[in-house]
């Protein structure tokens, strides 16, 4: 296209769990033609999976919105508890925290300039989330970073 605004929107689907990976791409178009069918075999093919990486899906979705051309706006979308469980070896998954904190792994210079959205983190999730990025969110100027405890529906 001969304008960046011109282009579709390119839609990615992170994976969330013990092997973060590109579950579903597309633009806006294919993704208003996903059947309930379809979206349910997206994720529950990876219901075996024993472990949540949240820096490995933060940093693949980040290495997906920082691609070229420069997209002209960015927003992540995350529906998650937020309760980071890396995967060890032997079909095991680091133990559990509650609170879980941000992991020091992500590379939040990546998501700069990105409109962060978090959806379904519990309230104990949130307020540890909210103190840790604080401080880490002034630095790399993300544009928004929201946290909920629930998704709110339409009528």
Do not use: C
């Not at 791409?25 to 219901?47: C, H, M, P, S, V």
């Not at 472990?51 to 070229?68: Q, S, V, W, Y």
Request: glycine share 2%; proline share 7%; no cysteine.
């Amino acid at each position: 296209k001969e304008r960046r605004y011109d282009a579709l929107d390119e839609i990615y689907i992170v994976s969330l769990d013990a092997r973060p990976e590109v579950s579903w791409a597309g633009n806006r178009r294919q993704l208003d033609q996903l059947t309930e069918k379809r979206i349910a075999e997206l994720f529950w093919k990876r219901e075996d999976l024993y472990a949540t990486d949240i820096a490995g899906a933060f940093n693949l979705a980040a290495h997906k919105l920082n691609r070229e051309p420069m997209p002209t706006d960015k927003w992540l979308f995350v529906f998650s508890d937020l309760i980071d469980e890396p995967p060890l070896p032997g079909n095991k998954s680091q133990p559990l925290e509650n609170p879980s904190l941000p992991s020091p792994q992500i590379r939040w210079d990546r998501l700069a300039d990105t409109s962060i959205s978090v959806f379904w983190a519990p309230d104990q999730q949130i307020m540890a989330w909210e103190n840790t990025l604080r401080r880490i969110l002034l630095q790399v100027q993300v544009r928004d970073f929201l946290l909920s405890s629930t998704m709110r529906q339409r009528h």
